[in-house]
């Protein structure tokens, strides 16, 4: 049924691109997160909203539109009326990983819009304090030994977590097994206690537990260090040949309908740019374990484009299926 809409979505909207004729003040923007409040993307969307507000003189309203693993969202923004600005929050999660998990139909770059694209950040591998895992050769060289798996945990299946896991069986050869949960903080606090093996999790909630010394990070999954966690290596630091090149980023971006006009998406392309790489945006990204990543639509759009053909790949080979 969702492949089915987003085809016709994908007619419907193809023919009134030609229509749209906004004026680029007359009318609140809306910026859409497919999520419930207080996530990351919600939190990056209330900032973008307060500043692009300031700088457009225009009102820009934030709604939360959860579900079906951020589809309902997405789906919202693809059906904008065409008198409308209306703009998706998305992540990689949304964009380049539900149209392969969900069987959607769905493609980012040719039924939404890429706008900008502002910001990425690092799941991090945690383990209990006093686990014998202390780096990531140590955990291969450990499981080399082992005749049985370890476990690692995730918020869900087709999860961040979990396809950083395939991701990270599929490049290594380690042998493991995925505990789904209903949520992240469950699943660490059974990291910290010995249940669960490893956990490759998303840095807010894990950074109590690190804080407090009940986790220990031993790596982070993207390109770069993070300057929350500056000692903490990369997991392609780890001088293993199959790693050098892992990345297990999730970026966060903008995206509108695809009626919108180009000089309008240009426009706000070129605000959303300013604000990115403002100081006071630049802080919230930070304490959201966040860092900026700024591009244009252009940039964005070959992004989501790469990360959809890594893991529709990490999906077809793990056979991950949606809770």
Same mark, same amino acid.
């Given at each position: 049924?969702?492949?089915?809409?987003?085809? +016709?979505?994908?007619?419907?909207?193809?023919?009134?691109?030609? &229509?749209?004729?906004?004026?680029?003040?007359?009318?609140?923007?809306?910026?859409?997160?497919?999520?419930?409040?207080?996530?990351?993307?919600?939190?990056?969307?209330?900032?973008?909203?307060?500043?692009?507000?300031? +700088?457009?003189?225009? *009102?820009?309203?934030?709604?939360?539109? $959860?579900?079906?693993?951020?589809?309902?969202?997405?789906?919202?923004?693809?059906?904008?009326?065409?008198?409308?600005?209306?703009?998706?929050?998305?992540?990689? &999660?949304?964009?380049?990983?539900?149209?392969?998990?969900?069987n959607?139909?769905?493609?980012?770059?040719?039924?939404?819009?890429?706008?900008?694209?502002?910001?990425?950040?690092?799941?991090?591998?945690?383990?209990a304090?006093?686990?014998?895992?202390?780096?990531?050769?140590?955990?291969? #060289?450990?499981?080399?030994?082992?005749? /049985?798996?370890?476990?690692?945990?995730?918020?869900?299946?087709?999860? &961040?977590?979990? +396809?950083?896991g395939?991701?990270? =069986?599929?490049?290594?050869?380690?042998?493991?097994?995925?505990?789904?949960? =209903?949520?992240?903080?469950?699943?660490?606090? #059974?990291?910290?206690?010995?249940?669960?093996?490893?956990?490759?999790?998303?840095? $807010?909630?894990?950074?109590?537990?690190?804080?407090?010394?009940?986790l220990?990070?031993?790596?982070?999954?993207?390109?770069?260090?993070?300057?929350?966690?500056?000692?903490?290596?990369? @997991?392609?630091?780890?001088? @293993?040949?199959?790693?050098?090149?892992?990345?297990?980023?999730?970026?966060? &971006?903008?995206? *509108?309908?695809?009626? /919108?006009? $180009?000089?309008?998406?240009?426009?706000?392309?070129?605000?959303?740019? =300013? /604000?990115g790489?403002? $100081?006071?945006?630049?802080?919230?990204l930070l304490?959201?374990?966040?860092?900026?990543?700024?591009?244009?639509?252009?940039?964005? *759009?070959?992004? /989501?484009q790469?990360?959809?053909?890594?893991?529709?790949?990490?999906?077809? =080979?793990?056979?991950?299926?949606? #809770?």
């Amino acid at each position: 049924m969702l492949r089915r809409n987003f085809l +016709l979505i994908a007619l419907a909207t193809s023919i009134s691109r030609i &229509g749209w004729a906004q004026s680029s003040s007359s009318r609140p923007i809306k910026i859409v997160v497919p999520f419930a409040p207080g996530g990351g993307n919600d939190v990056i969307a209330r900032q973008l909203a307060k500043e692009l507000s300031e +700088l457009r003189k225009q *009102s820009v309203l934030v709604e939360n539109k $959860p579900g079906a693993g951020g589809n309902i969202g997405t789906e919202y923004v693809v059906r904008a009326p065409a008198d409308e600005i209306t703009l998706l929050l998305g992540h990689t &999660g949304t964009v380049s990983i539900n149209p392969a998990l969900l069987n959607t139909g769905m493609d980012a770059t040719r039924d939404l819009e890429p706008i900008a694209l502002l910001a990425s950040t690092s799941l991090v591998l945690v383990v209990a304090q006093d686990s014998k895992i202390k780096s990531v050769q140590n955990l291969i #060289d450990l499981s080399n030994q082992r005749t /049985i798996p370890f476990n690692y945990g995730s918020s869900g299946n087709g999860t &961040g977590g979990h +396809l950083t896991g395939e991701l990270f =069986k599929e490049v290594t050869g380690v042998k493991m097994s995925h505990i789904p949960y =209903k949520g992240t903080s469950p699943a660490l606090v #059974d990291v910290a206690g010995g249940q669960l093996d490893f956990m490759f999790s998303v840095i $807010p909630p894990a950074m109590a537990l690190i804080q407090s010394g009940k986790l220990r990070a031993i790596a982070v999954t993207s390109k770069k260090r993070l300057s929350i966690f500056p000692e903490v290596p990369t @997991i392609a630091e780890s001088n @293993i040949k199959s790693l050098n090149n892992f990345d297990s980023s999730v970026s966060y &971006g903008v995206l *509108s309908s695809n009626k /919108i006009s $180009p000089a309008i998406a240009k426009e706000l392309s070129s605000q959303i740019l =300013k /604000i990115g790489g403002g $100081p006071e945006f630049q802080s919230k990204l930070l304490a959201e374990g966040a860092v900026p990543a700024l591009g244009n639509g252009a940039e964005y *759009s070959k992004l /989501i484009q790469a990360e959809s053909k890594k893991w529709t790949t990490v999906i077809k =080979k793990s056979g991950a299926v949606p #809770d």
